[in-house]
């Protein structure tokens, strides 16, 4: 059999392979849904009213635009990990961002609890904030792994972390708009849980949904 004959024999009935967009059209497309979702959600369930006024604190605006970069930056690194000829540096994208806001609120976390002690823990107050971060935060992370299944990941483990980084601190910029919590401790306690939650849900689960081992 000539060269030729046994290349169109094996390429016969074979079906054009849709490429893949760009990492940077898939973080634009995921960003786009996962904003647009949350902010139906927040309004759905209603703004705080007093959410003018707690936009004008430096420290809750800066806390919003930190989860905020923080949720932006990892979904980026999440979807260029997810393509293998990507370098690795990709992942420290979003460090400085949720460095910056993890430690904005733990001193704003001790600063509550010099001032006014564990009084200000009222936990049960809070349980909504929980629900709603994992309610549409794993979601969200979950559809970032089906998103980038095609890529055949060999970094499935990291996509999903930033994965569901990036849902969960997205989410939190939503909460923190609509549930009115003031005390940073309270902050921490809850919105924190749900990050942890909502990561290590995304870190079981995505590698499964990617098809990864």
């Given at each position: ?24 059209i ?25 959410l ?77 904030c ?30 999903a ?17 609509m ?10 306690a ?24």
């Amino acid at each position: 059999m000539q060269t030729e004959e046994l290349i169109a024999q094996l390429s016969s009935g074979l079906t054009p392979v849709r490429r893949l967009p760009g990492p940077w059209i898939l973080a634009v497309r995921w960003l786009v849904v996962a904003i647009a979702v949350i902010a139906l959600a927040t309004a759905a369930f209603g703004l705080r009213r007093d959410l003018a006024a707690r936009l004008a604190d430096s420290s809750d605006l800066r806390q919003m635009i930190a989860a905020g970069l923080a949720g932006v930056l990892a979904a980026i690194s999440a979807l260029q990990l997810s393509f293998p000829d990507r370098s690795a540096n990709w992942g420290l994208l979003p460090i400085p961002a949720t460095g910056f806001w993890v430690g904005d609120l733990g001193w704003g976390c001790l600063r509550d609890l010099i001032e006014s002690g564990f009084d200000r823990m009222n936990l049960e107050t809070s349980v909504p904030c929980l629900a709603f971060i994992l309610g549409f935060g794993l979601p969200l992370s979950l559809a970032m792994a089906l998103l980038v299944r095609r890529a055949a990941p060999v970094r499935s483990l990291p996509v999903a972390l930033l994965g569901g980084l990036a849902a969960a601190s997205l989410t939190n910029v939503g909460m923190m708009m609509m549930h009115p919590v003031d005390a940073a401790a309270t902050v921490l306690a809850w919105h924190g849980l749900g990050v942890l939650i909502t990561v290590g849900g995304s870190a079981l689960l995505g590698p499964r949904v990617m098809g990864s081992p």
